[in-house]
């Protein structure tokens, strides 16, 4: 039989100082998570916005008797597949990302072709930060009272604008102002 009694003799962490600090973790955890998803929703909807615009300017049709196609079908194509990027059909990245709803604009004008991707997040609310009074904590500081709303209110809103030209001619892609 093996003697444990070295065990015995050392001594142990205290149980105190891993009570206090693991929900200091924990929370920490949550926050940088939370951030985490609020990049990944970004960079999501940058591709997600560039892809419709690509995909507008390359199959959009520019004669008046293509416009009614193109808002049938090409554009209901195009938002079913940034919506399915976007993880508004996954139930875990919807929740992870705080997903709500989103919409996709698509405005031709004579040289640009505007597309606008807003999305619109739930609050996370995180418990702790929303038991308290918004006036109290932020006393009357904008910024602060801009933070509360989002964690613990209303959500955000969060939009991003391509601009493409037509594809019926050769032209180099300027960005307009």
């Known amino acids: 039989m093996m003697n444990l009694s070295f065990l015995r003799q050392r001594k142990g962490q205290a149980t105190t100082e891993v009570v206090l600090l693991f929900p200091l973790f924990v929370i920490f955890a949550v926050f940088v998570i939370k951030i985490f998803g609020l990049l990944v929703l970004n960079q999501k909807m940058e591709i997600a916005a560039f892809y419709a615009a690509r995909r507008y300017q390359l199959q959009a049709g520019v004669p008046d008797s293509m416009q009614t196609?193109?808002?049938?079908?090409?554009?209901?194509?195009?938002?079913?597949?940034?919506?399915?990027?976007l993880g508004f059909n996954n139930p875990g990245m919807k929740s992870f990302l705080s997903l709500r709803r989103f919409t996709l604009d698509v405005e031709p004008s004579g040289t640009w072709t505007l597309v606008t991707l807003r999305v619109f997040t739930n609050p996370p609310r995180i418990r702790f930060l929303c038991n308290y009074d918004k006036y109290e904590v932020c006393q009357?500081?904008?910024?602060?009272?801009?933070?509360?709303?989002?964690?613990?209110?209303?959500?955000?809103?969060?939009?991003?604008?391509?601009?493409?030209?037509?594809?019926d001619r050769v032209m180099p892609y300027i960005q307009p102002d």
């Open 69 to 85: 196609w193109n808002r049938q079908y090409l554009e209901k194509d195009i938002k079913r597949k940034v919506e399915g990027y």
């Open 140 to 167: 009357e500081d904008d910024r602060c009272m801009k933070g509360y709303d989002y964690l613990c209110e209303s959500g955000g809103e969060i939009e991003v604008k391509k601009f493409v030209g037509k594809n």
